[in-house]
């Protein structure tokens, strides 16, 4: 039985979330620039941040893979050409590969950068071992496989494939209600592309029926008794199912979300980090860990949990049809950027905060309000999770403040124990 153990491949929408995948466990991180990719909406890379992540990456063991996946009309052309030669010259670093879907993308990465490793995307709707075999004889390395297929699907492709050529498949994530994600709603309801990286989510919205001779009269559309949301899948979730994931032979576990937060990506990560490891430590060390997997998983947004395609065809308790919110358990606060002990300060600063000599401080740049008194918690990278009271909150200037109500602002926090640089801070949604 072929067991290799699966790259652990998760998403970035900026460099700080890189930075935060790389420390909770990626194995390599997927990156956008500031075009052609499939998320327009995400903060996505400049060429600056890019070369920072790839060396940020490349220090830690982790490879950085860029996106390049749009479905690509003339005019994206001649682009996508000198996009690529910047990729190719990119310094100090490169990138370790390109994930491209459209054929004539393919075509000139490989002319203008031909030692290039290229993974085809799922939009390039890979369904069976001959499309795997095509996309093998035109020099790519890996291909990502089609939601729509079962593991047994995913085995067969296995056996029919050269032994070094890699399979990537999703494993966590939100699900898109079109085949291989190849959506027309959203371009035909507001003149945004998905396939070009600009996707509203119409899945995600409330339908209803208007006859044409009784205009204005909306009439509610019924799957069943429950609602109207009929295209509103629940996410992908397969942390139960890891064995089986590396038992049908794939190479890297790929995790949806490149429009995520921190909190959403370090608490991903760190889960499957551990449960990958557990399996390959031995079955029974993953088994006895379900539960802090599950309970784990469930700390980020997330709209109800499915196997997708894996064990079969989805039926109707795989939508959600009375909301499209998210389950939210956790709010995140803030990144640890450094610490730093009283005396890094001035006199006139340690003054006006009145901390006393013994003071360790951490330093963030807050997301979400939090206040003094409070009882937050220390998410670490090894997989611990630490209660602590926040007991101090000073500006950049020492002036001590309640609470930060201010989204983006610099602070330092002083903590009943101090947390280490790149902890995550988050506080529970239902924390009083």
């Not at 600009?198 to 009784?214: G, L, M, Q």
């Not at 009271?389 to 609470?403: K, L, N, R």
Request: include cysteine; charged fraction near 25%.
């Amino acid at each position: 039985m072929r067991l290799r153990k699966p790259e652990l491949l998760i998403p970035a929408s900026s460099l700080e979330v890189l930075k935060t995948a790389v420390i909770f466990g990626a194995d390599a991180v997927y990156i956008g620039g500031e075009a052609f990719g499939l998320r327009a909406k995400a903060k996505n890379f400049s060429p600056q941040e890019m070369a920072e992540g790839i060396v940020f990456a490349h220090a830690n063991g982790v490879k950085v893979y860029v996106t390049a996946n749009i479905l690509a009309h003339n005019y994206d052309l001649e682009g996508a050409r000198n996009y690529f030669e910047e990729l190719k010259n990119m310094q100090p670093e490169t990138a370790d590969a390109l994930i491209i879907s459209d054929p004539g993308m393919f075509t000139i990465a490989k002319e203008v950068w031909p030692e290039v490793e290229i993974h085809i995307s799922t939009q390039a709707n890979n369904t069976n071992y001959q499309t795997y075999l095509f996309w093998w004889k035109q020099g790519a390395k890996r291909v990502v496989s089609a939601r729509e297929l079962s593991l047994g699907e995913i085995k067969t492709i296995r056996e029919h494939i050269p032994e070094e050529m890699e399979i990537e498949s999703f494993v966590h994530g939100a699900m898109c209600i079109s085949y291989s994600g190849r959506c027309l709603l959203s371009n035909y309801f507001t003149g945004r592309d998905a396939n070009h990286g600009a996707c509203t989510h119409p899945c995600r919205w409330k339908y209803a029926v208007v006859e044409e001779t009784r205009p204005g009269e909306y009439m509610p559309v019924y799957e069943n008794e429950r609602g109207t949301y009929i295209f509103n899948s629940k996410d992908l979730c397969m942390i139960e199912h890891i064995p089986e994931l590396v038992e049908a032979g794939i190479d890297s576990l790929k995790i949806e979300g490149r429009m995520k937060t921190a909190l959403y990506v370090a608490t991903v990560a760190r889960t499957y980090r551990k449960a990958i490891d557990d399996f390959f430590e031995s079955e029974e060390a993953y088994r006895a860990n379900m539960d802090w997997y599950k309970a784990e998983i469930s700390k980020c947004t997330y709209r109800q949990f499915t196997t997708g395609f894996y064990f079969g065809k989805p039926d109707e308790n795989t939508q959600i049809y009375d909301s499209n919110t998210y389950v939210n358990e956790y709010i995140y606060l803030g990144i640890v950027e450094e610490n730093a002990g009283v005396s890094a300060f001035d006199a006139a600063w340690v003054a006006k905060s009145a901390l006393g000599a013994e003071a360790q401080l951490a330093r963030i740049e807050q997301r979400n309000k939090f206040s003094v008194g409070e009882t937050i918690e220390i998410m670490k990278p090894d997989g611990s999770n630490i209660e602590v009271t926040v007991e101090g909150i000073y500006t950049e200037t020492g002036e001590a403040v309640d609470s930060a109500p201010h989204p983006k602002q610099l602070l330092w926090v002083k903590l009943s124990e101090a947390p280490e640089k790149y902890d995550l801070l988050r506080r529970s949604n239902t924390a009083q």
